[in-house]
């Protein structure tokens, strides 16, 4: 199975700072149909989670633009430009080239 | 409205069976592969089972197979997980997800506990 991990797991935000999550596949994402099957997700406490970024960097509809997603190969990171009060949350990310499907660990985000 | 809800969640006994329900409204159900992922406070979200559009493809995680069936009613635009020989391990929120995971139902509980 493909491994996700997530660094950090933990991470204390200043209001109007940016932020940064890591995730590392134990290997390549790339499916037999040449796509990354790679997204990032937002979960608010009693929230189902939300999907933000799309194939390792779309922008899912009506998610902010000071959300991005990058990467290539083996790691991949969501950056926040200015973290805002509704950011806080868990963040996660999802791969879905090779089965089983398999998530990160989940990253917390809160406001120092 | 675009959504998925499920149902079907409770306290069962070990070794117990289940059947979830997941009923999609607001978009054309039988065009879309589903999901069922589950979360706990302790391993986090989980992939169970996905079926195509037509269910004629199901996949399973190892842990489940054997146990669990994923099924649908694109008549009815139903989503079904059926689950026998419930362990305390299973224990979870139970969600239905579309495709690649861009919509998700409120989620189930699922309690095995005797």
């Known amino acids: 199975d493909v491994v996700m991990t997530q660094s950090p797991l933990s991470l204390p935000v200043t209001l109007g700072q940016p932020a940064s999550i890591s995730c590392r596949s134990s290997q390549g994402l790339v499916h037999g149909d040449g796509n990354i099957y790679f997204y990032w997700f937002h979960q608010r406490p009693g929230q189902s989670p939300r999907r933000l970024i799309y194939?390792?960097?779309g922008r899912d509809s009506g998610v902010p633009d000071r959300f991005s997603g990058s990467g290539s190969g083996t790691d991949f990171t969501l950056k926040i430009s200015r973290v805002e009060a509704e950011d806080v949350g868990v963040y996660y990310c999802m791969q879905s080239s090779l089965w089983p499907w398999t998530f990160g660990q989940g990253t917390k985000v809160e406001i120092k | 409205e675009v959504q998925l809800v499920e149902s079907g969640g409770g306290l069962v006994q070990p070794g117990g069976s289940l059947r979830l329900s997941c009923v999609a409204s607001g978009f054309t159900f039988s065009r879309h592969w589903v999901t069922w992922v589950r979360q706990t406070p302790g391993k986090g979200l989980e992939w169970v089972a996905t079926?195509?559009?037509?269910?004629?493809?199901?996949y399973y995680v190892d842990n489940v197979m054997g146990r669990f069936s994923i099924s649908r009613d694109n008549g009815k635009n139903l989503l079904y997980l059926q689950m026998s020989s419930l362990r305390a391990e299973d224990t979870a929120v139970y969600f239905c997800?579309?495709?690649?995971?861009?919509?998700w139902g409120q989620g189930t509980l699922v309690t095995v506990s005797s």
């Open positions: 997800v579309r495709g690649r995971a861009n919509l």
């Open positions: 194939r390792v960097s």
């Open positions: 079926i195509n559009e037509d269910g004629s493809e199901t």
